[in-house]
């Protein structure tokens, strides 16, 4: 028979992923799945090679093996501090559900929750300028079969700023390619929103949806890999690579950036700043949950700097110093007088 730690961990881990963040707190599927990963990782871990992680107790889960684990995933798994962060997170949100659930490991629960999350390097947020967008698009060879659906692709992710997961889950259903025209974006927390596209983008995303091959029912992908199946994020992440590597030639200034498809929306947000939309329509438009991630692509703009340098007055013009106070003996004079 199990002792009552090994049922308290196991009913535990039960309640969260079967009802506490799947329908009380309603996270999305992708955050789900990173909440299993880390707990499956600290669970094999606390086990160790030989060990059964059926038979660990709460008690196995100290704050020295939790602490050991973080430390095993920067040293020896070569993960970052963001990623260490991350699964401390996971392991947060079990554990302040453990603790009101069983409030025997109650204690144990706020020691871990005490665990504190390392503060990481903020990189400078890397994207395209609007000549190196136009570059890597051209690169797209549209007479092969993959050409028409990478052109497409491409254009729309600069066109609305998308997500990568809301270009992913892209249906039929969600184009209207008539005036006006617009997409229907599933976004991030399962917020919804309608975003405008542009005459020639929906141009080509009629021509991709013409040109598929199969049955074009309205919960069809609108983005295909080769065998039909939806196109992944690591293959978009694998298509922006390709045409950046062959765009290189053309904007040479391409091989300095280190570009993901998310660097494509940050582009879409800088690009909007620099054609004088503000900033709140900037926010609605990319989806955001808050304006203040909207202004960090303020802190971005070079270009917004470099006119704000030309209107600024220089500190100095030219080397030689003004001596006309050594010739003004009336304000000597004042001085001294003092």
């Known amino acids: ?30 955050t789900i799945q990173s909440y299993r990963d880390s707990l499956k990782l600290l669970l094999q871990f606390a086990a160790g090679k030989k060990g ?11 704050v020295e093996k939790i602490t050991a684990f973080l430390q095993h995933l920067e040293a020896t798994r070569r993960n970052c501090a963001s990623t260490r962060n991350v699964r401390l997170s996971a392991i947060h949100s079990f554990f302040r559900y453990l603790g009101g659930q069983h409030p025997e490991h109650l204690e144990q629960a706020q020691r871990i929750l005490s665990i504190p ?27 092969v079969a993959s050409g028409h659906r990478d052109v497409a692709l491409l254009s729309l992710m600069f066109n609305t700023g998308a997500r990568v997961s809301e270009i992913v889950g892209l249906q039929i259903a969600d184009l209207r390619l008539i005036a006006p025209c ?40 609108v983005f295909c890999n080769a065998r039909g199946n939806r196109l992944s994020r690591f293959g978009i992440r694998l298509i ?12 040479p200034s391409l091989e300095r950036k280190r570009l993901h498809p998310h ?9 909007l700043l620099r054609s004088g939309v503000d900033l709140s329509t900037i926010a609605h438009w990319m989806g955001h949950a808050s304006i203040n991630t ?11 700097k470099r006119e704000a340098l030309a209107k600024a007055k220089p500190l100095l013009k030219g080397r030689r110093r003004s001596t006309k106070w050594h010739k003004d003996k009336n304000l000597i004079d004042w001085l001294t007088s003092l």
Not at 263 to 271: G, I, Q, W
């Open 1 to 30: 028979m199990n002792s009552p730690k090994v049922s308290s961990l196991a009913s535990g881990l039960k309640g969260f992923f079967l009802d506490y963040v799947p329908r009380q707190r309603a996270l999305s599927p992708h």
């Open 52 to 62: 059964d992680p059926s038979q660990l107790t709460v008690a196995d889960l100290s």
């Open 117 to 143: 999350f390392k503060r990481t390097v903020s990189r400078e947020i890397q994207h395209l300028d609007f000549d190196e967008v136009q570059a890597v698009i051209k690169a797209v060879n549209v007479d």
């Open 182 to 221: 617009s997409v229907f974006l599933r976004g991030k927390g399962r917020k919804e929103r309608t975003c405008p596209i542009w005459t020639e983008t929906a141009t080509l995303l009629r021509r991709l949806v013409e040109q598929s091959e199969g049955p074009s029912s309205q919960s069809a992908p």
């Open 240 to 251: 922006l690579k390709k045409y950046v590597a062959k765009a290189v030639s053309q904007q």
């Open 263 to 271: 660097s494509v929306r940050h582009s879409t947000a800088v690009h």
């Open 294 to 304: 909207t202004n960090r692509y303020t802190a971005i703009d070079l270009e917004a």
